[in-house]
C-alpha cells in the first residue's frame, strides 16, 4: 500500500541523505567547540601569566628603588661589611630585603588588621629602633682595630644574628606599609587582583631589595682591600657617628608621635 500524496515515509531518499550528515557534523561540532573552550582558557591563562611577569618586574625595579636611598639601615649594612666582611654585610642586606618583603606582603594582600597596628604602633617600634641603632653606634665607635682587621671576614661570624637585627630594626618603621601601598596603586597592581598577583608583587620586592644590597656589599667589599687600617678606623667611628645620629632622630620622633 503506497502512502498518501504529500507524505514521506521512513525509507523517504531526503531523510535518508540528512540523517548521516547530522550525524557526522555533530561530533565535528563538539571537537570545534571543546577545541574553541581549551583555547579560551590557554588564553586566559597567558593573559593572568602575563600580568603576573609584568607585576614582578615592575616590583624588583620599585624594591631597588626603596631599598637605595642611604639611610640607617645603608650605613649599618656599609658598616658591618667592612667591620666583619661581606657575608656580614649580605647577612645585614638580606635581612633588610626580607623585612621590606614582609612590609610589601601586608600591603599586596591587604592584611589591615596587623598593618593598622604597626601603624598605631609606630611611636613606640621607633623609639625602641632609635636604641638599637644608638647601641650599635657606639659599638661601631668603640670598635678596636683588631676588630676591623681582615681576619674578620670568617664563617663563624653569627650571620644569624646580623640577619635578625637587621630584619627587627626594618621593621620598626612601619610607615613603610603605607609606602608601599601607595607605590603598588601608582604601578598599577590594583589591576593585577588575586593571589597571583600579590606573590609576584611581594617576590619581586624581595628580589630587588636583595638585589641592590648584594651590589652594594660586593662593592664595598671590593674597595675594603684598599682602605689602610688608619682609614679603616675613620671610617668606622665616621659609621659609628652616623647611627647614633639616626638612632637620636628616631627617637625624637618616635617620642613626638606619641604625644
Request: net charge positive.
Amino acid at each position: 500500500m503506497s502512502p498518501a500524496p504529500g507524505v514521506l515515509s521512513n525509507s523517504s531518499p531526503i531523510r535518508s541523505r540528512r540523517s548521516p550528515e547530522l550525524s557526522q557534523r555533530a561530533p565535528r561540532l563538539c571537537c570545534r567547540l571543546r577545541a574553541s573552550a581549551r583555547s579560551l582558557h590557554r588564553t586566559r591563562q597567558a593573559r593572568v601569566m602575563s600580568g603576573t611577569i609584568d607585576v614582578f618586574l615592575r616590583m624588583v625595579v620599585i624594591g631597588v628603588a626603596v631599598a637605595a636611598p642611604v639611610g640607617a639601615m645603608a650605613v649599618l649594612s656599609i658598616q658591618r661589611t667592612l667591620d666583619r666582611g661581606w657575608r656580614a654585610g649580605l647577612a645585614t642586606g638580606a635581612g633588610i630585603a626580607t623585612a621590606d618583603a614582609m612590609f610589601a606582603a601586608l600591603a599586596a594582600f591587604g592584611v589591615s588588621a596587623v598593618s593598622e597596628w604597626l601603624i598605631n604602633s609606630q611611636a613606640p617600634l621607633r623609639v625602641a629602633g632609635g636604641l638599637g641603632l644608638l647601641w650599635l653606634g657606639w659599638r661601631a665607635l668603640t670598635n678596636r682595630v683588631q676588630a676591623i682587621a681582615p681576619a674578620a671576614d670568617q664563617v663563624r661570624t653569627a650571620h644569624a644574628r646580623l640577619f635578625g637585627s637587621a630584619v627587627g630594626l626594618t621593621l620598626t618603621n612601619p610607615m613603610t606599609i603605607m609606602a608601599f601601598a601607595a607605590i603598588f596603586a601608582g604601578a598599577g597592581l590594583v589591576a593585577q587582583p588575586g593571589v597571583a598577583g600579590a606573590l609576584a608583587a611581594t617576590l619581586g620586592v624581595a628580589v630587588g631589595s636583595l638585589l641592590w644590597w648584594l651590589i652594594l656589599v660586593t662593592g664595598v667589599w671590593s674597595v675594603r682591600h684598599a682602605m689602610s687600617p688608619g682609614v679603616m678606623v675613620v671610617v668606622n667611628r665616621v659609621s659609628g657617628v652616623a647611627l647614633i645620629a639616626f638612632g637620636v632622630f628616631a627617637i625624637i620622633t618616635g617620642f613626638a608621635g606619641s604625644s
